[in-house]
């Protein structure tokens, strides 16, 4: 896979950003997304350069999906930042209880001002900003409590701002998943890749496959032990690997195993959680 850096902007992304920036000056609070398994690499810098001084809450989506003591040095990572940082479960979890108490810190001025004059508490307006895929129209349908958001486990699903009323408290706006012009290493643009963050053909299916098995025999020898059989492949070949799943799965080419069938399969249900709880980035690594 070539080392330089990967420009992937449709050109939707760049209309959205504009528009972020113009709602921005009528928001209270930003919730920004993150993939819990790669919190940096699903950080877009053009979104964080453009909130500025708005107080912010990062939601570390799919924790269910990422290594649980992970996903803990990552809240304690961003505490030392001074930067909230909460994970979520978007399916199961409560969210809107989440959203109130974490917020809470974060809109007292906004509630104070409204005490020292005497005005009935508004409506906190929340805009909810993130890359592709990382879980903002489920997060919208949890906290409304239907579904009022189209959801799908690829980029590019939402592709308009719209305001949503939640209850007496919150107002919500949400926005197009919006992915950085350029990525400063490809290594970012394949973490992004095998979250399902970027469109599947970017980049090569088979490379990113073998991408994945070597971060797994780096940090998760017995990754595919369970699902696979497979039991310590910090021993073996990518090949042998794939090959091995694609014999497990019947994925053949003729009478022999799928090199490409199995690369789709292990990448699929990594992005999807089934393969089981890793992260692809710890703090400072």
Partial sequence: MPQQGVHYFPGHMQKALRQIEEYL???DLVVELLDARAPL??????IASR??????????SKQDYADEEVTKAWVEYYGKKDIVAVPADLKKGKIIKLLQSASAPL?????EKERRFAMKPQPIRVMVVGIPNVGKSTFINNVVGKKIAVTGNKAGVTRAQQWIKINEDFILLDTPGVLPMNYASSEQAKRLALLGSMREDVLPTYDLAKDLIAFFKADYPHALKERFGIEDISIKEEDEILSAIALSRGLLDGNNPSLDKASYLIIKEFKD??????SLEKPNA
């Fill in 41 to 46: 690499s699903s950080e877009n810098p053009l």
């Fill in 25 to 27: 000056k009528a928001i």
């Fill in 51 to 60: 909130i500025k001084d708005k107080a912010r809450l990062i939601l570390l």
């Fill in 273 to 278: 959680g089934i393969l089981g709880r890793f």
């Fill in 107 to 111: 809109i007292a001025k906004k509630r």
